[in-house]
């Protein structure tokens, strides 16, 4: 089960540090190492809402057993860069953040997995409001300059029960004098999976509270529907991109998903779907497994193939020999 405490957590599988990131926040983030000799390839992970890093410490040590390294950080306003009181900076408070902010921060995020693994392709990974955080990147940033492919699960791009408008339309309209106002966000925690003891310990967990600022929340909605409306038109058709959605998904809608899939113009593009899969694929105990095992075949598929040397020749040479 995922570990969930206000003090830094440790583990053989991975390696924890505080990074000074953009506008001097101090970011609380986890490197998960593959082997030297196995190792292919650097995922960065986005964690979505009112969640953190803490919650896949069972899933990313999957992936550097199969070679691919992953950097990870709770982002900005939430997790321990939000909450530890002993390292977090004086100015970070939970739900504080916007989209452009998260948008430097993936790019910050980029920068230094790819200065710590020199040479290795680069993948861009993210659940739910992260995961929509890793298209909106790819459409505003230089992605294609950066980026093997894109994994995104359960992108929040529309609720599956929207908020009205009217209701989002005043938040919008305070966000604006009073971005960092913090509102209620309740969760259906029953929503997040169908295990019911991870669900409970969700109900429970110190690192994530529930409630946002308007700005943040405002932002997350709005760029979401950017993304059908607008910005599917700028994805780059070259930018690699996989999609993994649960059907049964309460909270995140897998249509939005489809229907963003299907706009793109991209030269290689995939969706997955989970028969009833709940919103946290990576807690589902009937797709877990496979859906671990479709991001890292996916990555796995991607990686740039290298020159083959060439033989040597076995052939017996034709030259006489040289007589002293």
């Known amino acids: 089960m995922p570990l969930h405490a206000l003090h830094d957590m440790s ?64 982002q900005r306003g939430f997790g321990n860069t939000a909450l530890d009181t002993k390292n977090k900076s004086k100015s970070s408070s939970y739900g504080k953040t916007s989209a452009e902010d998260q948008l430097e921060d993936i790019q910050w995020a980029l920068n230094h997995a790819k200065e710590t693994f020199p040479g290795l392709p680069l993948f861009l990974g993210g659940h739910s409001m992260g995961g929509a955080e890793t ?11 950066i980026l093997a492919g894109v994994v995104s699960c359960s992108p929040l791009i529309k609720q599956t029960k929207p908020a009205s408008k009217i209701a989002r339309g005043l938040g919008g309209l305070v966000a604006a004098p009073l971005p960092y106002m913090t509102i209620p966000t309740p969760i259906p925690f029953n929503d997040l999976s169908h295990d019911a003891e991870y669900n409970r310990m969700c109900s429970t967990d110190p690192l994530a509270k529930l409630q946002g600022t308007l700005r ?17 038109k700028k994805w780059p058709k070259s930018l690699p991109v996989l999609f993994l959605h649960g059907t049964g998904d309460q909270v995140t809608s897998h249509n ?26 990576i807690h589902e105990p009937n797709h877990r497994q496979k859906m671990l095992d479709d991001a890292i075949a996916w990555i796995h598929a991607h990686l740039p193939v290298k020159p083959v040397a060439p033989a040597a020749s076995t052939e017996e040479s034709t030259e006489p020999e040289a007589k002293l």
């Open 256 to 281: 939005a998903t489809k229907e963003f899939h299907d706009k793109i113009v991209a030269d290689d593009k995939k969706l997955i779907f989970y028969d009833d899969g709940f919103h946290e694929l």
């Open 216 to 232: 943040g929340v405002s932002d997350m909605f709005n760029w979401g529907d950017l993304l059908l409306s607008v910005n599917y």
């Open 11 to 74: 583990s053989n599988s991975y390696t924890e540090a505080w990074l000074d990131g953009p506008q001097s926040t101090k970011f609380y983030t986890r490197t998960y190492h593959a082997s030297p000799s196995e190792s292919k390839a650097v995922l960065v992970f986005v964690h979505g809402f009112a969640e953190h890093i803490g919650r896949y410490t069972e899933a990313h040590p999957e992936y550097a057993s199969h070679g691919i390294n992953v950097f990870t950080f709770d």
């Open 135 to 145: 298209l909106s990147f790819s459409v505003h940033r230089d992605a294609v300059s």
